[in-house]
């Protein structure tokens, strides 16, 4: 018994119970392994190849949008990325898997459609969703980098021009020795006198 435990007992007060503990938002390490996981659940043949190739591409976009997740902050579309790893697409694989496979594709389920027809619609809605959410992601890269160009073009000009700084002579600089040959005759023992 806690020290704690006995002055509550001795003076009536009922011990108060424990914060329950504050649940941290997932690493990009830990969604990586989320994607693993769900690799690994349609592996080996466990899924038809339809199901198969479409998980590949949700989990392929999902991985590349991982590392840029920072340029989203705390978005709806980062959540989204988030959730898709975590909850989303190991749910829906989760929910086929856990029907028998002859029933799961042949049996209408819901408006004359198997289960197996409801996965390919679920992994094709999150397979176009998180398309959206990578091509937004990339935009704002884009859309930074035609700033940075426009910025420059207005500095210096078009790279066809050769630019357009206009330095002028500085105290720091010499001015090229033009020596006895001009400026374009080679140096000694190079074809030189």
Not at 83 to 90: G, M, Q, R, S, W
Not at 115 to 141: C, E, P, Y
Not at 150 to 171: D, M, V, W, Y
């Amino acid at each position: 018994m806690a020290i704690g435990d006995f002055f509550a007992r001795l003076t009536g007060r009922k011990e108060e119970p424990e914060p329950a503990p504050i649940s941290r938002p997932p690493t990009n390490d830990d969604l990586l392994a989320a994607l693993v996981r769900v690799e690994e659940l349609v592996a080996g043949g466990a899924v038809p190849a339809v199901v198969a190739s479409r998980v590949g591409r949700v989990v392929r976009v999902v991985r590349e949008t991982i590392p840029r997740l920072g340029n989203l902050g705390g978005s709806a579309q980062a959540y989204s990325v988030m959730a898709t790893a975590t909850d989303y697409l190991p749910e829906a694989i989760g929910g086929y898997l856990r029907l028998p496979r002859q029933w799961a594709d042949t049996r209408p389920v819901d408006r004359g459609k198997t289960s197996l027809m409801i996965l390919i619609d679920q992994l094709d809605l999150l397979a176009a969703t998180m398309d959206k959410v990578f091509d937004a992601v990339n935009r704002a890269d884009a859309a930074a980098l035609i700033a940075h160009g426009r910025f420059l073009q207005e500095k210096f000009g078009t790279g066809s021009t050769g630019g357009g700084l206009a330095l002028g002579p500085t105290g720091s600089t010499p001015p090229p020795d033009l020596g006895p040959s001009g400026p374009l005759a080679p140096p000694p023992g190079r074809g030189g006198k």
